[in-house]
């Protein structure tokens, strides 16, 4: 999926900026945080979503907002990980209308029959995980994970997920997996960040 | 059991045919039946394939549903909002579509969230099964038994657009879906299952309530079933079991079945078909066979019939077969065969009921005819006579004259008795030989004796025999009924009696007179008993001396034999010798006299008395090859020296056969002994015979002796008889001595012996030897005693049968 890496590169670089931002605020030093993500028998997991929620809540920066296009009836990207109160725009790329729609606790919504890009984005006010489909097309599916803090990262296909400018501090860490969907969550874990580390996880998947 | 022969080979027939249409249904039977369970096998299998077709069209109706369910709009917003009424109006709006009978929705936590009708409670594990099933894409449902029912079930995700949840939806496994299922497959169904260990029970069927419990114990008895061949109740089908998969904890199937009912409906009619043409068929056979066997039957029967009628002497006309065939052909042999029996019949009564050369009745006719006459006389009381007529001398025209003219006498002879009797009823018959008789209806014995006259008359006309004229005449003998018998032996019996008698006093005809019936009745008795008479020594012989005109040294005696009957006392000879030279048993009777004789004469040599015994040889001992052995065997045997004895025949012995006779006399001669010329004069006395016999001694009839002093040419006859006797060299003995006179005329005319009762009469051998003591004659004038043999009175009465003419 080459536009999605696209799209995520550029997403990781505006987020990069905004740590950066962030960082120069904040009287600790910034690191970055290495995830290896692999399933029970130790092989590297994608798609795996990272994401560290301080233990305190205050000074975090202001969510940006994000896209997801819809391109050739596919959601993309099809998974995003976005603080919570994202507006996300969704252009319809496509010469067919889409009915954009979500069931999900944490973001009810539809974009009823539309083409081009809707008027307003769709903001996204509560944490948690919201399954985007299409009414027209029932193949089209993405997630859209919704936690409390800017630093989050979607592992690669060598299971590698990197959080970069995390300030030093106490943090829970969160995976999220789309093969977890109807299973518990993961329970979160703590997590000093005092430098660049990396931190191994395991992940119970749904054969 | 009898049966004809008609009935016989319709049954043939018929049975025939029978094996044959039986042995057809059993084949039509086995092959129907093959081939019905065939098709029905393979409607069977057809009908399981659209069976398996028809629960995966319901599965895919289930699905369809439950997928537009799944994927509604509004039912996902109802999912989201939570509300469990709108989330159930929606499920039973969707099952109501379909008529599922079970609509759930399922959390992804396999909870149950929502459901239409019918709510479970706890998710059933069948149900975690099938959602695990769905989940992972092997199927999207199958079968469930959920709160002791049985259902087809699908399980849908509903997806949002990742599965959020579970539409379950479900037909009830009831009676209506086997009956739909019946109504398109055509066979039976029947939804069974059984959990565990225990039995079999039936969810749902479209048999009736007793085939449903045959069914269930087809099974629990069988554990599944083995056979295809299903009986229920009275009724075949061919089954199997369609199983169905409804988890580890359940066992389910689907038992089809197809009655073999209509798969053998075409066989049945035509075991009908043919049962009712082997009927029919058997019935045309009978009938036809029947009819065929009737047709041989039936002139055979008549045939056998007719035969039965033969056979009871009936020559009817035959049975008219009229037709080519083998039956034809045996009427016609039959038709011929009668026609010669009856030919033959007639020529064979006519041979044993006719005599052929005088073409008069035989004995057999005639004795019948006269028991016929009888009986008819017997019941209206009238008289019968019978007459008896025997050509005198016949012997003698037939030996001189030849056979034919013999013959010829007969003839005229029943000629001249058939024109005398006029009466139509008057039977004429010929008895054998020269024996006549006749029958008279209605005559008394005295009617009868001058009918007999009046044969006699017409038969001392001369007759002209082929230009020969001979003079014949008849005795006749006359018995009567009832007066002399009743029956036709008697009469026929009697009048021979008196038919004898006429010959005898050479009157012509006599009537019976009941006198002489015992003797003769005797006569005939006796005869059957002499044969046992000379194995029980009831024979004696008595001896008869004779004495000397001259002085001799030697006694002489004939020896006579004797008969006394242990009952019936002494039986004087004549009532049985002629019989026994009649029967040949004479020959035996000889021999015993010859031995005893013999025996006696050399028992009295041993005694110191020389006695010259005499006895008496028949014509038929003359034949006798043996005879001349066997005598000098006996002299041997006894000692006694063959010129004591003397062998007396007469002359008319020698005449039967000539050459043998005189042969054998001559053999005899040779031994010794004397032989003597009996009874000379009576007989048919011929000089050239009596040249060339070799004998010694000449006797002279009694008759020509009794009357020597009254009658001057009987002197005559003796005389010159002595004469010529001396000049042959021969001696003479003189017979019927019985006065002083006569013995001293005798004497004077130069006879050497004589033998009378003036002397003796015979006297058994004791008072013989008493005699040669105390008698005069013994030690008297003639000075010694001689024997004389003879057999008195049958040899006397012989004599005169054969007087010549």
Not at chain 2, 414 to 441: C, H
Not at chain 2, 516 to 541: F, G, K, P, W, Y
Not at chain 2, 575 to 580: C, G, K, L, T
Request: charged share 20%; glycine share 8%; aromatic share 6%.
């Amino acid at each position: 999926m080459p536009c999605a890496v696209i799209v995520f590169h550029h997403f990781r670089r505006v987020l990069l900026v905004a740590v950066v931002l962030v960082g120069a605020g904040l009287p600790a030093q910034a690191a970055t945080v290495t995830i290896k993500a692999g399933d029970g028998s130790g092989n590297a997991l994608d798609s795996v979503v990272v994401s560290l929620v301080p233990v305190s809540r205050g000074g975090m920066p202001a969510a940006r907002p994000a896209q997801i296009e819809q391109r050739n009836k596919t959601f993309l990207p099809a998974i995003s990980v976005v603080q919570t109160g994202t507006a996300i725009e969704f252009p319809n790329n496509d010469t067919v209308r889409h009915h954009v729609y979500s069931f999900s606790a944490a973001k009810v919504f539809e974009l009823k029959l539309y083409a081009g890009k809707p008027e307003k984005p769709v903001v996204f006010d509560k944490p948690g995980v919201v399954v985007l489909g299409c009414n027209i097309h029932d193949k089209m599916a993405a997630y859209v994970v919704v936690v409390d803090t800017p630093w989050s990262a979607i592992s690669q296909s060598d299971g590698v997920a990197r959080i970069a400018d995390v300030p030093a501090g106490d943090y829970q860490l969160q995976l999220w997996h789309p093969r977890r969907l109807g299973m518990p969550d993961v329970p979160p874990r703590p997590l000093r960040v005092a430098g660049d580390q990396t931190e191994v996880v395991k992940l119970e998947l749904r054969p | 059991m009898r049966f004809s022969l008609k009935w016989k080979i319709a049954a043939w027939c018929a049975a025939l045919l029978l094996v044959t249409q039986i042995g057809g249904l059993l084949l039509f039977g086995e092959i129907g039946r093959g081939s019905a369970m065939a098709d029905a096998q393979a409607d069977l299998k057809t009908g399981d394939r659209v069976f398996a077709r028809l629960l995966d069209e319901r599965a895919s109706q289930l699905t369809q549903a439950a997928r537009v369910l799944a994927a509604d709009y509004g039912f996902r917003e109802a999912l989201l909002s939570q509300d469990r009424e709108t989330i159930e109006s929606a499920l039973a709006n969707h099952g109501g579509r379909i008529r599922a009978d079970v609509m759930l929705l399922l959390a992804l936590d396999e909870s149950i969230v929502a459901s239409s009708s019918f709510n479970p409670g706890r998710t059933p594990e069948r149900l975690r099964q099938l959602i695990e099933g769905a989940r992972s894409g092997a199927h999207s449902g199958g079968f469930a038994v959920v709160s002791g029912m049985l259902y087809q079930l699908v399980v849908v995700p509903v997806m949002a657009p990742v599965p959020v949840g579970w539409v379950v939806m479900g037909f009830s496994v009831d009676k209506s879906l086997a009956n739909d299922l019946k109504g398109v497959t055509g066979l039976e169904v029947s939804f069974v299952r059984r959990s565990g260990d225990k039995g079999w029970m039936l969810a749902s069927s479209t048999l009736n309530e007793p085939l449903q419990s045959a069914l269930l114990g087809e099974l629990s008895a069988n554990g599944a079933l083995q056979d295809e061949a299903l009986t229920l109740g009275d009724r075949d089908y061919v089954s199997l079991m369609h199983a169905i998969d409804a988890g580890p904890q359940q066992q389910v199937g689907a038992v089809l079945q197809l009655s073999l009912e209509r798969a053998l409906a075409p066989w049945n009619r035509l075991y009908r078909d043919w049962t009712g043409l082997t009927l029919i068929g058997t019935l045309l056979a009978l009938a036809v066979s029947a009819f065929m066997g009737r047709s041989i039957a039936s002139p055979v029967v008549r045939l056998a019939e007719f035969a039965r009628r033969v056979e009871s002497g009936e020559y009817g006309a035959p049975p008219a077969v009229a037709r080519g065939d083998e039956i034809g052909q045996l009427a016609n042999a039959f038709v011929h065969m009668t026609d010669a029996i009856s030919l033959r019949e007639t020529r064979i009564s006519e041979l044993a009921y006719y005599d052929v050369l005088t073409g008069l009745p035989n004995r057999a006719y005639f004795t019948e005819r006269l028991e016929e006459s009888l009986r008819t006389a017997a019941a209206d009381g009238s008289d019968l006579a019978v007459v008896c007529l025997d050509v005198d001398r016949f012997k003698m025209v037939n030996d001189t004259l030849g056979h034919e003219l013999g013959d010829l006498l007969l003839r005229e002879v029943a000629r001249r008795l058939r024109e005398t009797l006029r009466d139509v009823r008057d039977q004429v018959a010929r008895l054998g030989g020269d024996e006549f008789a006749v029958m008279l209806p209605g005559a008394d014995a005295s009617k009868a004796l001058s009918v007999a006259h009046r044969i006699a008359e017409a038969m001392n006309r001369p007759m002209n025999l082929d230009g020969q004229m001979v003079d014949v005449s008849a005795s006749m003998g006359v018995s009567a009924c009832p007066a002399h018998g009743n029956d036709a032996q008697s009469l026929l019996r009697h009048a021979d009696v008196a038919m004898y008698l006429a010959k005898r006093h050479n009157t012509m005809a006599e009537i019976y007179d009941p006198r002489h019936h015992d003797q003769n009745v005797e006569r005939l008795s006796l005869l059957s008993e002499l044969r046992l008479a000379v194995e029980r020594d009831e024979l004696v012989l008595y001896y008869q001396p004779k004495v000397s005109t001259a002085p001799d040294a030697v006694h002489h005696v004939e020896a006579l034999v004797r008969w006394i009957h242990p009952t019936r006392g002494f039986v004087p000879p004549f009532e049985f010798i002629p019989f026994a030279e009649q029967t040949g048993y004479i020959k035996a009777i000889t021999l015993w006299v010859m031995n005893a004789a013999i025996r006696q004469c050399g028992q009295w040599l041993r005694q110191g008395l020389e006695v010259n015994v005499s006895l008496n040889i028949s014509a038929r001992d003359l034949l006798n090859p043996e005879l001349p052995a066997l005598f000098a065997g006996m002299l041997e045997c006894h000692g006694c020296p063959a010129r004591l004895i003397t062998l007396e025949i007469t002359e008319s012995a020698v005449l039967d056969d000539p050459l043998r006779a005189l042969a054998n006399l001559q053999v005899l001669r040779e031994t010794g002994c004397a032989l003597s010329i009996d009874d000379y004069g009576t007989g048919y006395s011929s000089l050239s015979y009596l040249r060339q016999m070799p004998v010694s001694e000449m006797k002279i009839d009694r008759s020509f002796v009794m009357h020597l002093l009254d009658n001057p040419n009987d002197e005559i006859i003796v005389r010159s008889t002595i004469e010529l006797a001396h000049n042959m060299g021969l001696k003479v003995t003189a017979e019927g001595v019985e006065s002083e006179g006569v013995l001293e005329r005798l004497r004077l005319l130069g006879c050497d012996l004589a033998q009378g009762y003036l002397i003796s009469k015979p006297i058994p051998a004791e008072a013989l030897e008493k005699w040669f003591r105390e008698s005069h004659w013994a030690q008297g004038a003639v000075g010694s005693s001689a024997a004389a043999v003879m057999l008195d009175e049958p040899v006397g009465r012989a004599a005169t049968r054969t007087v010549a003419v």
